[in-house]
């Protein structure tokens, strides 16, 4: 399994945001990408998984084919936002991303002990602390295998022993063959990660 990236350029609003991005990443390997407010690292991890159309460049997975035909049907997508409706409750905002994304390894009470969240499934999402809320959102990575995750500041408003149960999380889903793009200003207790620094050019 391979994720390549070859001359990307991204644009927002019709001006270029990055121009000539490669990586390559196989089975395990995780990328932290870093660099300043606004150099373009949120668009390129929406361009990775579709959200965003490439100006110029390529995007490739190479994988199972027949499971994931597209590099967007490869990729769990965590953005700045969680994805989650208030009213609903936890249980009911995983089951609905379950039935959208496809069965994973952990049912949804599983996946919410996982990240810490036991028991609170009844809850509407709307009732949790900002952390507690972006815990439910790692939850949606659990929920359904994904080969490839897209995390954009994923441990935005996390707490100490979240930020180290994520990033068992992290390198679990790596050691299980699992690829791992995270744009971050925070490290991640990742050990071995290829970096990308945005806001510089690479040709
Ligand atoms: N919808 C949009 N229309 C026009 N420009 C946009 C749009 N969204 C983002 N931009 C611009 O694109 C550039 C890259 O933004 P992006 O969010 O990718 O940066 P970032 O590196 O993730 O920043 P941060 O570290 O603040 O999260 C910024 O200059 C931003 O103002």
């Known amino acids: 399994m391979r994720l390549i990236a070859e001359n990307l350029s ?8 990055f121009d000539g991005i490669g990586f390559v990443l196989a089975d395990g390997e995780a990328l932290v990408v870093t660099g300043p407010n606004g150099s373009g690292k949120s668009t390129l991890l929406r361009v990775i998984a579709g959200l965003l159309p490439h100006s110029h460049g390529r ?20 953005g ?10 936890v249980q009911e905002n995983l089951e609905f991303w379950r039935d959208f994304a496809g069965d994973g390894q952990l049912g949804v ?34 929920i359904s295998h994904r080969p490839v995750w897209l995390l954009d500041e994923p441990t935005s408003g996390l707490d100490k022993a979240s930020d180290a149960r994520f990033a068992a999380l992290m390198q679990d889903h790596c050691a299980a063959g699992g690829i791992v793009v995270a ?13 990308l620094e945005m806001g510089r050019v690479y040709v």
Do not use: W
Request: net charge negative; proline share 4%.
């Open 59 to 78: 995007i490739a997975f190479e994988g199972d084919s027949e499971a994931f035909p597209t590099v967007a049907s490869a990729c769990h997508y965590l």
């Open 183 to 195: 744009a971050t200003h925070l490290p991640l207790g990742l050990q071995g990660v290829k970096t």
């Open 10 to 17: 991204g644009e927002r609003g019709g001006e270029a945001v």
């Open 109 to 142: 009470s599983d996946a919410l002990e996982e990240v810490g969240l036991g028991g609170l499934g009844h809850l509407p999402f709307g009732y949790l602390s900002t952390g507690q809320k972006r815990r439910a959102a790692i939850a949606k990575l659990l």
């Open 80 to 89: 700045h936002l969680n994805a989650m409706k208030s009213a609903l409750t």
